[in-house]
């Protein structure tokens, strides 16, 4: 049998996802013909595929990690799911993110986008369907919304449980001793006498096998891996400086390149002086990609000083041109015309409102950068009408089928080598940065070419998180919330990016109010409508998506109507809570930040809860207020993902999410002055700095079990600005309503 023969057998198996309870496993037939021919790529000779998630050769197993591996550790999770099925040990284990393939779509990562809420038990099943549908109808392999882990989990058990049963079965055939007497143990069949053969001796004869239909998974307690902290595939490399990101490669007879694109986005390049730079030192050749130009030099460094010397003439953008306009276009979006949703509409907000004081506050947070460490780049080689492109991507099928659309390629001559990325924090899910470099490619064909952005490029040319406005009028009644009637208006994320990749997004953008419109609260007369700004700079996902930003324009305006009532503000939300995850939530960050006790003298605490991809997470934070300065001391984390896969590196995602959202709300914001982007660089986007990291205890639950397994990757950043912000009008009396806090007089950190 051919080694393609091999790998189309057995690349339509797929597993299966958890269904009302139980899991069907099987063997389905999408996109047969088209997944095989996919899969095929990066295999070498005398290596098998056993499912598309395991392929074995003479140097061992390889674990297929499809979803990109961002910083977040996913690709030791995923392995560590596969791994646990088939019985390989830890050190021998190795990992690669496989061909683009619709095999490895998401099927959990629409579910966010309903408008059904993560807390509804009657809905819950028709959001599964519609997004696992909906996943595979799109090819969508996309890593975002924190779905890696809940997506993976069956899946990926379930490839590896297989592939371990075909090695059993090989083992069986091949020896003669009957399959229930064989057993394995780190990469080998193990029979009665202890002879042990190893799985690439039995991989041929697996390859020959029927699939098996089911396959039972290994019971919790019986974990080898998951469940514990395990060491991360790549720590070595990432510890040494050895790990090859996209910005590592390097390739014989590569050059270098950069390019430089109208600062103000979206607007055309009129005419161009490359005459002076044509002739720097290095220089290979000057070409025009999309709205702007390439510079093609021998090496990158000559490139970017080559860049600075030609002379631009931009178009203007059709965006307003200040950051003040645009907020004003904001401001008048509050219109029936543009109103976009509804979902939560409780109780008579505007009886209730009638006949009460009514409190009024607006609140508005800012647009803002992904700024990943890493620069956008692209090593790019066309030749011979062959296509090889190396870059982190969030979103390797849509980035194929963009290249297939420029070069007219066949997608069998297209060939991704995706690699790990320096950050992303969303970024990656766009395409644009792989497109110049293309682009470079094809008018500078033969040789690879390594295209890589200025930080100031990255910085002024990103899809930032959009701005948003948010009103809120309440009222209070003996003591307790009564009334709450939020409106928030903001650019739609989904339109701007769904039509970025050729899609269209039907109905209404719960991205605009997620956070907000979807939290467990049963408030007597509770309201949260959605208004939809049209496009002013494109926008596109930023690390928690709508709740990011959402989550503080809820929970203050939550906090200022729980203060005006005289209530506790934990104590309150708890009685306001329905559902019962989230309560257990509340009262363990209770418990841990000794919230009924007083913080000590000059302290203060701030709460913040924000239900966002499923997973309920409660923030308290405690400041010390030192002259006129803020200090963050310290920050209390209680969350509910169902199953901890690996204790350390859910804690590392949770502090690395609670240091990069406060840093983003005590300083950052991305503005905008004659169409184009202010800030350039960090100096002027700064973070937190390492003297004002406070300290944070995470405690994650475990009472939904598998049933609302989920990942952490995004949901501990919505609650953090609030609850600073929260801790700050504790310790001060100051009332922020914008972010960044610095903004707001009064307010200053050490």
Known sequence: MSRLGMVSRRAVLVGAGAVAGGL???????????????????????????????????????????????????????????????????????????APSSVYYNGKVLKEGLPIAATSVLLGPVAEAISQAGG????????????????????????GATARELLLRAAAKQTGIARADLKTRDGAVIAPNGRALSYASLAGIAATLEVPADVKLRERKDWRYLGKSMPRLDMVAKCTGTATFGIDIRLPGMVYATVCTNPHLGGTLRSYDASRAAKARGVL????????????????????????????????????????????????????????????DDGDVDAALAGAKVIEAEYCVPYLAHAPLEPMNAVVQLKDGRLDIWTGTQAPVFLVKMARKLTGLAAEDIHLHALPSGGSFGRRLENDYVRQGVELAMAYQGRPIKMTWTREEDMTHDFPRPLAVARMRGAVKDGKLDACDLAIAAPSVTSSQ?????????????????????QPFRIPNYRVTGYRVPELVRVSSWR????????????????????????????????????????????EVRRMSCWDSKPGPGRARGLAFTLSFGVPVAEVIEVEKINDAIRIARVFVAAEVGVVLDPDNLKNQVEGAVVWALGHAMNAELTFANGRAVQTNYHEYEGMRLY???????????????????????????????????????????????????????????
């Open 692 to 750: 004002q990291a406070p300290e944070i205890e995470v405690v994650a639950l475990e009472t939904t079990g598998e049933t609302g397994i989920r990942g952490i990757g995004e949901p501990a950043v919505p609650p953090a600005a609030p609850a600073l912000a929260n801790a700050i009008f504790a310790a001060t009396g100051i009332r922020a309503r914008q972010l960044p806090l610095i903004k707001t007089e009064g307010i200053r950190f050490v």
């Open 285 to 344: 050749k000057i070409v025009p990609v999309k709205g702007g130009v390439g510079i093609i030099a021998d090496n990158t460094w000559r490139a970017f000083q080559a860049a600075k010397l030609i002379g631009f003439d931009w178009g203007e953008a059709s965006y307003p041109a200040s950051s003040a306009a645009m907020f004003e276009e904001v401001r008048a979006s509050f219109i029936p015309e543009r109103r976009d949703s509804r979902c939560k």
């Open 498 to 518: 769904f039509g970025r990749l050729g899609l269209h997004m039907p109905g209404p953008d719960m991205a605009i109010v997620a956070g907000a419109w979807d």
């Open 24 to 98: 069907v496993v099987g063997v389905y037939f999408f996109e047969r013909f088209r997944v095989n021919a996919r899969l095929k790529d990066g295999l070498d000779k005398g290596q098998l595929m056993l499912t598309p998630y395991v392929r074995i050769g003479e140097d061992g197993v390889t674990i297929i990690t499809p979803r990109a591996d961002l910083g977040q550790g996913a690709y030791s999770v995923q392995a560590a799911l596969v791994a646990e099925e088939l019985d390989i040990a830890w050190s021998d284990i190795k990992v690669d993110p496989g």
């Open 136 to 159: 595979k109808f799109l090819s969508l392999q996309w890593t975002g919304g924190s779905s890696t882990v809940a997506d993976a989990y069956d899946r990926l058990r379930i490839a």
């Open 544 to 587: 928690s998506v709508g709740a990011s930003g959402n989550a503080f324009l809820h929970e203050c305006c939550l906090d200022e109507l729980i203060q005006i009532a005289g209530a506790d503000p934990l104590h309150e939300r708890l009685r306001l809570c329905s559902h019962a995850p989230s309560r257990r939530v509340l009262d």
